[in-house]
């Protein structure tokens, strides 16, 4: 059975993560609104979402919507989220999950006390790349565990976007280095040793760097900018025994490649080219529709918008 999805703004990523998956997988994008309505009407020609609304809230409230897509500003994850969560709806929520610990707190406590899902976007983590690169670090082949480095680039959006704006709850750490700081939170979890930026405009952060140590004494390290000439997002994790390379651990759809270097030999593995929203969105849909496991709750959004917090006073900025 398909679900009827809702989806809040027509944003840059929706093609990607909702609007390719929902038609693989055949579910249905039955409703959209957006702050403009001309672009709301424009997405859902270009996209075929069946029913245009005046506003979120129809979004969030139309019975004939089963789950709630919010890929909206970061700061206004936290209140379409609680909206969703009072009208009884589920929701795949883009990263990061709030502004601060503090939002996250409270999704998570109303998510529970209603008992509606509120499931954070982290798509990579559904792909099989990087799946096997979390399988190597555990099952030997990489021997005893010392470094996870994630780094993550991007050339600079336009100057109006909103991830430049503080209101908004932009910056580098808060767009991308909330996947870094998750992938790290998989090892285990890490405290920040030091933490340094750059400001584009005051408070916010068009590049940081994060350094962390692990309960096993490993280090890590998230770089996340804004201003690279290219995309480039990989994660190398490396062991007494050797380190496993993933390529693009964002958009393996295009490069699935994972190189394994150990003291025997050096191999590239291909995990697919699937999307890994695709992946995402069947876990979810089997989560929301029959109860299967996924491995992602609102105690785990709570704890990585912690570190994300913790990463950005160590950097000398406030969190958002």
């Known amino acids: 059975m398909s679900l009827r999805i809702g989806v809040l703004g027509a944003s840059r990523i929706a093609e990607d993560a909702i609007v390719g998956p929902a038609r693989q997988l055949g579910h249905r994008l039955v409703a959209v609104a957006a702050r403009d309505p001309l672009r709301a ?7 075929g979402v069946e029913r245009v609304l005046p506003s979120y809230r129809d979004v969030v409230t139309d019975p004939e919507v089963d789950v709630v897509y919010n890929p909206l500003a970061n700061a206004l994850h936290a209140p379409w989220n609680l909206a969703a969560v009072a009208a009884g709806k589920p929701v795949l929520s883009e990263k990061p999950f709030a502004r601060n610990t503090v939002e996250a707190a409270q999704v998570a406590a109303a998510a529970q006390a209603a008992g509606v899902t509120v499931m954070e976007a982290f798509h990579y983590l559904f792909h099989p790349v990087t799946r096997r690169a979390f399988e190597l670090a555990t099952d030997g082949t990489l021997g005893e565990l010392t470094r996870v480095e994630v780094r993550m680039g991007m050339p600079a959006p336009q100057a109006a976007d909103p991830r430049w704006s503080l209101e908004l709850a932009g910056g580098a750490l808060m767009d991308l280095g909330c996947y870094g700081l998750h992938i790290m939170r998989r090892f285990g979890e890490p405290s920040v040793n030091r933490a340094t930026a750059g400001e584009r405009s005051p408070g916010v952060d068009a590049w940081c760097d994060v350094e962390l ?17 290219d995309y480039s997002f990989t994660l190398r994790v490396i062991g007494t025994r050797g380190e496993a390379f993933v390529h693009d651990f964002i958009k393996p759809h295009h490069d699935d490649r994972l190189t394994v270097r150990t003291h025997d030999d050096t191999r590239v593995e291909h995990l697919g080219r699937r999307p890994s929203y695709t992946y995402q969105l069947e876990a979810f849909a089997a989560h929301v529709q029959h ?14 918008m912690a570190l994300v917090d913790e990463a950005y006073r160590a950097a000398g900025l406030s969190p958002r």
């Not at 140590?213 to 000439?229: C, H, R």
């Open 291 to 304: 109860g299967a496991p996924v491995p992602l709750d609102t105690a785990d959004a709570v704890a990585n």
């Open 41 to 47: 009407s424009a997405f859902a020609d270009k996209y």
């Open 213 to 229: 140590t692990f309960p096993s004494g490993a280090t890590g390290l998230s770089t996340n900018t804004m201003e690279a000439d």
